[in-house]
């Protein structure tokens, strides 16, 4: 099984609300990834969480804060964000972060209002 | 700086055509490589990836790629197309560091007339 779970599918907010989005992984995997991708637009890579800590934040604004509660569990918590944060938020799992295939989930199309 | 060019924004091709989609990459030692396929608001599935060893790879649906490492190209191809193919596909390079940071390039939209 190499699936990677994503909630919700869709969500839309103001630029005063406070959201999570939730990504679940059951693979035992210990690498899980953060990517925002816009239309016609490869994924870009947000932050890469190795065994439970944070090991890469890509200058990611702080207005997302990712969380990892435990193995199987990833969070991203949105905050004020900005209309252009509107996008397709990415969820991906790796068995380590080294050289591995990375299996992704259906994404949450966030739309900011 | 390691990074991905995928030559063809788009592509045309008739149902039951051969595909040959095109990636070059630029990396300094062994590289890890990706082709992943997205349908219209969909995440990214795993087509097939090359690590070592023989550099034809045979993946899901039909899809194999070659690795060439004189011309640093890993292509994919597809003897014959089906409608249901029509996605934008992406190639991607593990990147160096032990950080599992992925290099994708720009993708290339694929459509399929009938």
């Known amino acids: 099984d190499t699936e990677v779970t994503q909630t919700p599918k869709h969500l839309v907010m103001g630029m005063t609300n406070k959201k999570s989005l939730k990504c679940e992984q059951h693979?035992?995997?210990?690498?899980m990834y953060w990517y925002k991708q816009k239309a016609k637009k490869p994924p870009e890579l947000m932050f890469v969480?190795?065994?439970?800590?944070?090991?890469i934040n890509e200058s990611v604004p702080s207005r997302f804060s990712p969380e990892c509660p435990n193995s199987s569990l990833l969070n991203l918590h949105l905050h004020a964000l900005q209309p252009e944060d509107s996008a397709l938020y990415l969820c991906?799992?790796?068995?380590?972060?080294?050289?591995?295939?990375?299996?992704f989930g259906p994404g949450t199309r966030l739309l900011v209002l | 700086a390691q990074s991905v060019t995928q030559p063809d924004i788009h592509i045309t091709v008739s149902e039951g055509a051969s595909l040959e989609l095109r990636c070059n990459y630029s990396?300094?030692?062994?590289?890890?490589l990706f082709w992943y396929v997205q349908s219209p608001g969909q995440g990214l599935q795993l087509l097939l990836k090359y690590f070592s060893g023989d550099t034809l790879v045979q993946g899901i649906k039909g899809f194999e790629a070659e690795f060439k490492r004189s011309q640093s190209s890993f292509n994919l191809r597809k003897p014959s197309v089906h409608w249901s193919d029509a996605a934008e596909y992406f190639c991607?390079?593990?990147?160096?560091?032990?950080?599992?940071?992925?290099?994708f390039g720009q993708g290339t939209t694929l459509q399929v007339k009938p």
């Open positions: 990396y300094g030692a062994t590289p890890y």
């Open positions: 991607a390079v593990g990147g160096s560091s032990n950080t599992g940071k992925l290099i």
């Open positions: 693979m035992g995997h210990r690498a």
């Open positions: 991906a799992s790796s068995q380590l972060t080294l050289q591995e295939t990375q299996y």
């Open positions: 969480y190795s065994y439970e800590k944070l090991s």
